[in-house]
């Protein structure tokens, strides 16, 4: 039997501006400044989700809203409606450089949400500035950061009373204040550039550090901690999980009635000032629901270099994963939705025919191959026998 494709990678991330054609069509990333849609906005991405594209919302890893399945021959007009609700970057560079992501707990005037409010005021006007596509920049000061785990090249994080900016793979950074954090990312990211770590234009801030360390004032020591999001009642209001982080539009529409939505990079949106949000398509509002176990790309047919399907899979073997547990199910090697290690990867290697991977991501050397999906929903004990 033949090995399965090798997937491609394409090193930038789709935007609005520059949208990546899709098996559904064109999938249209919108980057809603500070993350969050106003209640008009949501309504009107929702209808234009309707309108130009097959309804389908997805959220990203680094919260950006995903419009599925667009037309092509609709996508300038699409563009212009967007920007009437005042989501489009004045051109494509600016769009891809202004790749802020804010701890979605803020509180307006507060150091995450000043701090990322002139951040990206900043890099929309630093045209000089070219940063590989992927790299990002995370503020993430309230009381304890929730952002550690997400992907970002450089940060800006609180200890104590105190700001420390920090470069992505280092555990020691620079006290900052509000008022100069701006200026010294800016300073980082191009210090990222001189030293080189962007040959050929791509490159990200951990793999650098890993190679040369943090420049020399950068000593303060910043712990990390990790931060597990729940659907339910949080600060700013009520966090509700997407199944495998989708949504119908309708469900955008409705969510708006409750309030302002903020996106956030852990599959799920926050709704502003909402105490309770009722049951809607695509919701998951029960943090012991075990959906939240699982992680599922777009798999088949939704994505091009999908080897088979993911989703329905996903759904029938959540029951079944033992609590604690994380399955990951990739419609090819690449692991879009998990890039990191998984205590169980299913990954498609051809139509209906997976490999079981334990605690490694979806590339990695498989325990089990050949297996079809039917025959795991028929014995699911197969994910974890011989642990
Ligand atoms: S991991 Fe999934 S979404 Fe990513 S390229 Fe492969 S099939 Fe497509």
């Not at 990546?20 to 991405?45: E, I, N």
């Amino acid at each position: 039997m033949s090995a399965a494709p090798e997937p491609k990678v394409y090193g930038w991330c789709p935007g609005a501006l520059r949208p990546m054609m899709s098996g559904d069509g064109l999938v249209v990333r919108v980057r809603a400044p500070l993350g969050k849609l106003s209640v008009t906005q949501a309504r009107g991405v929702a209808r234009l989700s309707q309108e130009f594209g097959n309804g389908l919302l997805d959220i990203s890893a680094r919260a950006n809203l995903q419009m599925r399945g667009i037309r092509e021959d609709g996508h300038a007009e699409l563009i212009e409606a967007l920007r009437d609700l005042g989501l489009i970057d004045p051109d494509a560079r600016a769009e891809a450089r202004r790749n802020v992501l804010l701890a979605p707990f803020w509180a307006t005037g507060d150091d995450t949400h000043a701090i990322a409010t002139d951040l990206s005021a900043a890099l929309t006007a630093a045209a000089d500035l070219t940063l590989p596509g992927k790299f990002g920049f995370a503020v993430d000061c309230g009381a304890a950061p929730v952002l550690q785990d997400t992907a970002a090249d450089i940060r800006v994080e609180r200890i104590g009373e105190a700001l420390i900016l920090r470069a992505d793979g280092s555990e020691t950074g620079l006290p900052v204040t509000r008022e100069s954090a701006v200026a010294e990312a800016l300073a980082l990211a191009r210090w990222f550039l001189k030293q080189g770590g962007a040959p050929e234009g791509r490159g990200r801030m951990r793999r650098l550090i890993a190679r040369r360390g943090p420049p020399a004032a950068y000593a303060a020591t910043m712990a990390t901690t990790s931060f597990t999001a729940k659907p339910g009642a949080v600060p700013a209001g009520t966090l509700a999980a997407l199944e495998f982080g989708q949504m119908p539009a309708a469900t955008l529409a409705d969510l708006a009635d409750h309030g302002a939505i903020r996106l956030t990079p852990w599959r799920a949106l926050l709704v502003e000032g909402a105490a309770s949000l009722p049951p809607l398509p695509g919701l998951i509002l029960d943090a012991t629901d075990p959906r939240l176990q699982v992680i599922a790309c777009t798999g088949a047919p939704g994505c091009l270099q999908a080897l088979s399907s993911t989703r329905d899979l996903a759904r029938d073997l959540a029951p079944h994963v033992p609590a604690g547990t994380k399955l990951h199910i990739s419609g090819c090697a690449k692991g879009c939705a998990c890039p990191g290690a998984a205590a169980l990867t299913l990954t498609a290697t051809a139509q209906d025919d997976f490999s079981l991977i334990r605690h490694g991501t979806a590339a990695d050397q498989p325990l089990k191959t050949h297996l079809s999906a039917d025959a795991l929903r028929a014995a699911p004990e197969l994910l974890t026998e011989g642990s």
